[in-house]
């Protein structure tokens, strides 16, 4: 499917409905520089796909807004036409002073929801009165979202694990209002969720859309699990239901993807404009085998495990020395935190150590590089890397895959992929690591290396073509189709 198609679907499927879409990550926000106030795109895989689909579609998208001059150019609803050089839909800014973004984001979101649900052994933090201002911040959204529907027909559509309790909110005012609810992390075991003392809130919260979508089956399963295990409601594992005081909420494997033709068009456009070659020039990577790595830095994500094989690599393959480069590129991600704040300087010791052990005077073996890129920013670093490692300990999906293969126009690019991501379930044709297992990963990395160029181009053409065939719009089209056939 592509941006034309949707449209008309959406168009077709929504009538005269306002289409909303909520999350707490905004598309776009806007900060204060020395020249002014500018517009930032935020590198989010999952606020860059949104975006796209918005466009085609129209609305309104109600997030946190986040950006230090943000109020400065919303209209007296709080509201702001975007993208700013071609307005294709609306969007409504929620606020939260500091106490309030900490009790929701930074301790129920984030060391809650998010060591809960990845299984990555660091211990969920239960704060009640945190939980007191993440049920506040959700009370916010769906006032800010019921504000936007008025008297009109609508289909709210929200995203992730940020607003758990929104969509019970909204429907308490407005039960003829379809929605549903994407969640973008995975959904652990029962036996992992039955700790969080809230539960049965988040649940019945969450019941209260009429489609819930996960990334894979498995998760949808999980999910079942947990409701059979702690509530009093009839799972249908035949239909993939679930029945909740006389509501019926359809549990979905609606696996996500990219805007396949726009990144493709954003790589040719690099090359052709020479943005790859002053990478090249200025990393000195003429002759290199280049590797790539692109991510939040998370403790999730599997960055020093991907490091610690590399340099294992390398110790037992001495002729790669002065031969590869792995390019690591870092956002800065929840700093505040001091499981991310270790995650960071574990990183930085071990580029450290490896640049001083195999270094040379005109060969860095590491390159790191920790700031905030926009999205344009990071495709010349796909474009040129020979390959790109995704070593993610659990992922919902992790869109870097995907948008990497997209950019490979000229075949010539492998993907590690992590048997732990919900992209390894699509992708079949990426070398598979487990980030856990360094002797086996630095295995892989050698195996890579030998790869002839035919084998590489094989591989590479069929992800290109499961990325094109399953792109952003048809996601996006497959929830549009659900949802419309409950309204």
């Known amino acids: 499917m592509d941006v034309e198609k949707l449209s008309k679907l959406a168009k077709s499927k929504f009538d005269d409905a306002l289409f909303v879409v909520a999350s707490n990550r905004e598309p776009y926000m806007h900060a204060r520089t020395p020249d002014g106030i500018k517009c930032i795109r935020p590198a989010s895989g999952m606020a860059i796909a949104l975006d796209s689909i918005m ?76 939980w007191k201002q993440y049920k506040k911040i959700n009370r916010r959204f769906a006032e800010a979202i019921l504000e936007e529907i008025g008297d009109r027909k609508a289909f709210v559509w929200f995203q992730d694990f940020h607003l758990s309790l929104a969509p019970a909110m909204v429907k308490e005012t407005r039960r003829d209002v379809v929605t549903a609810h994407f969640w973008h992390i995975p959904w652990p075991q029962n036996e992992t969720f039955r700790a969080c003392p809230w539960k049965n ?62 990144i493709r068009g954003l790589a040719e456009q690099s090359v052709r404009e020479g943005g790859v070659e002053a990478l090249r020039k200025k990393h000195s990577l003429r002759g290199k085998f280049v590797g790539l790595g692109v991510e939040r830095i998370d403790y999730t994500k599997g960055i020093p495990e991907k490091l610690k094989a590399y340099d294992l690599f390398l110790e037992k393959n001495p002729k790669y020395l002065g031969k590869t480069v792995y390019i690591q590129l870092g956002s800065p991600s929840r700093m505040r935190l001091e499981q991310y704040r270790k995650t960071n300087e574990e990183i930085e010791e071990l580029v450290e150590e490896i640049n001083w052990r195999y270094g040379t005077d005109d060969w860095t073996p590491v390159v790191y590089s920790p700031k905030h890129r926009d999205f344009r920013d990071i495709i010349p670093y796909y474009c040129l890397a020979d390959f790109c490692v995704v070593s993610s300990l659990h992922d919902g999906m992790n869109l870097v895959a995907k948008e990497y293969i997209s950019s490979k126009n000229d075949l010539d690019g492998t993907l590690l992929l992590s048997k732990f991501t919900g992209a390894f379930e699509e992708l079949k044709s990426a070398l598979t690591v487990n980030p856990y297992d360094t002797r086996r990963f630095a295995n892989v990395l050698r195996k890579l290396a030998k790869m002839k160029q035919c084998e590489r181009r094989e591989r590479m053409e069929c992800m290109r073509e499961a990325v094109r065939e399953n792109n952003i719009y048809t996601w996006a089209g497959n929830v549009i189709s659900n949802i419309s056939k409950l309204s």
Not at 71 to 95: A, H, M, Q, S
Not at 100 to 124: A, K, Q
Not at 233 to 250: G, I, L, Q
């Open 55 to 130: 466009q085609a579609c129209g609305g309104v998208w109600v997030a946190h807004g986040s950006g230090n001059a943000d109020k400065n150019v919303v209209d007296e609803r709080d509201r702001i036409e975007v993208p700013e050089e071609d307005g294709k839909y609306f969007l409504r800014r929620v606020w939260m002073n500091r106490d309030e973004e900490e009790g929701y984001y930074d301790i129920t979101s984030n060391e809650m929801f998010w060591p809960l649900c990845h299984t990555v052994y660091v211990r969920p933090k239960f704060d009640s009165s945190a």
């Open 201 to 262: 809130e988040i649940l019945e919260g969450l019941l209260a859309n009429d489609l819930i979508g996960f990334h894979t089956r498995y998760h949808c399963n999980n999910f079942l699990e947990t409701v059979d295990r702690n509530i009093e409601a009839k799972t249908d594992r035949a239909e993939y239901s679930v029945s909740y005081r006389r509501h019926k909420t359809f549990v979905k494997p609606l696996p996500i993807s990219v805007d396949y033709e726009k």
